[in-house]
């Protein structure tokens, strides 16, 4: 396989980062991950933390070298990871209304083919590459009470950038109602395609920007430019941010492959969190997540 990956995520105006991301490879099969940790301080980032610990730990013991079905594989770690983060929520006896919850956005990569699964509003964008145009080719349905409102025609795409609710998720791991796991089907790829997975502090102040950009120059300068954009966008509130993208390179027609990034290797995955960290993170769990009937924040 031939494929350039590049990754970056901030802060923004935030005081800590609750996002994740990493990636994983073999010979035969990529994984990209990405969780946005909810509810405000060090619980979302816990819960974040664990989703990725949970969908990695998971493909290391299935990737051998390969995995057996991909689609199969992304439900069964998204779900592992919300029943791990529920597991950890109740060894720490905090209440399942309290508990940490994350947004999880998973990609997979085998046999020239892309298989996603998703819970909440991180999203995964699919574009063309050149010489087609970057024209979108599949983009993740947000599982937030304003898409909700769309698809049921009453709210329009112009009112939703705005709206007090965009933040609000149904769907996530962790807490205490099951996620509603979406998996896609099996997409091929073609030279030059384009993947981003990324944060709603990432998508939402750039809108079609994102889509638009990513391709214009390698992705080591395009995914540090495009986060540039949006922490200027979003100003001083800024969300945290966080951008993974991979363009696809193709077989030539002999079977041979140009290796555009021999050295590339998978960025480590962010340490674990600390014990101090974590028990801190349970005191302001049970200081500051009420139960919210409108879905939680991403």
């Not at 802060?11 to 990209?32: C, S, Y």
């Not at 979406?182 to 073609?190: A, G």
Request: charged share 20%; hydrophobic share 40%.
């Amino acid at each position: 396989m031939n494929y350039t990956i590049a990754q970056e995520s901030r802060i923004g105006g935030r005081e800590i980062n609750q996002d994740r991301v990493a990636w994983l490879a073999t010979d035969d099969v990529v994984l990209m991950v990405v969780a946005d940790g909810m509810g405000g301080h060090l619980q979302g980032e816990v819960a974040a933390q664990i989703a990725v610990d949970s969908v990695t730990g998971n493909f290391r013991s299935e990737a051998k070298p390969r995995l057996a079905n991909p689609a199969h594989f992304l439900a069964m770690a998204l779900q592992q990871a919300h029943q791990t983060i529920v597991r950890y929520a109740a060894d720490c006896r905090i209440p399942p209304h309290a508990a940490p919850r994350t947004t999880c956005i998973a990609c997979v990569v085998q046999d020239g083919e892309a298989t996603w699964a998703h819970a909440g509003d991180s999203r995964l964008y699919l574009i063309h590459g050149q010489p087609r145009g970057q024209d979108r080719v599949a983009q993740t349905r947000d599982h937030s009470i304003v898409q909700r409102m769309v698809d049921e025609g009453s709210l329009s795409h112009a009112e939703a950038v705005s709206h007090p609710l965009r933040n609000r998720v149904f769907s996530c791991l962790g807490g205490d109602e099951a996620p509603q796991i979406e998996v896609s089907r099996p997409v091929p790829l073609q030279d030059g395609d384009l993947i981003a997975l990324c944060t709603d502090g990432a998508w939402s102040p750039l809108g079609e920007t994102l889509v638009s950009e990513l391709g214009r120059a390698p992705l080591n300068s395009s995914v540090p430019h495009l986060l540039d954009a949006a922490e200027r966008a979003a100003g001083p509130e800024a969300d945290n941010l966080t951008l993974i993208a991979m363009r696809w390179k193709a077989p030539d027609p002999d079977g041979h492959t140009l290796d555009l990034n021999p050295d590339a290797q998978p960025v480590p995955i962010a340490a674990p969190i600390s014990d101090a960290e974590i028990e801190h993170a349970i005191a302001e769990i049970r200081r500051r997540m009420p139960h919210n009937p409108n879905g939680a924040s991403s």
